[in-house]
């Protein structure tokens, strides 16, 4: 059965808009096809501000792939198109994030879902509701308009100019 899943894509090194599409034309042909997408934003870093500001978007996509299988696909996504980890919030040329799973909560060493930080982060939450305000958090059972609404973020996050979207 598939699953409605929702990531948040972020980038802040090399050409951030190429970035983002090459992230999204590769989920969409090797993950899940890709429902809706929101605009795409730019945010001052986030924990570690000194670095370049990020773009960011959301994505709905539709898997068959179980959670664990999800997230090895799009690891193997960020490494090839040149994701290193080298520090917690660091720079970065992609960032995948599982944000919500259907409505599943799930644990494990690798991989929280729904995400911990989501509903204290306006990039993640202005671009989410753009796609799925009514989306309701399993955890909080709050849609993601009302997380918005309430988030303590004070990160400013503006809309990005003409960025094509798949």
Known sequence: MKKRVFLLLGT???????????????????????????SVFETSAWGKTDQPAFLNQAVEISTQFDVEDLLTRLLSIEERLGRKRHEHWGERIIDIDILFFGDEIYTSPRLLIPHPQLGNRRFTLIPLNEIAPDFVHPLLKKTVSELLAVCPDPLSVTKYPDVSRA
């Open 12 to 38: 802040n090194l090399g050409d951030r808009a190429v970035n983002l599409g090459q992230a999204i034309e590769a989920i969409d042909q090797e993950v899940g096809k890709i429902a809706k997408a929101s």
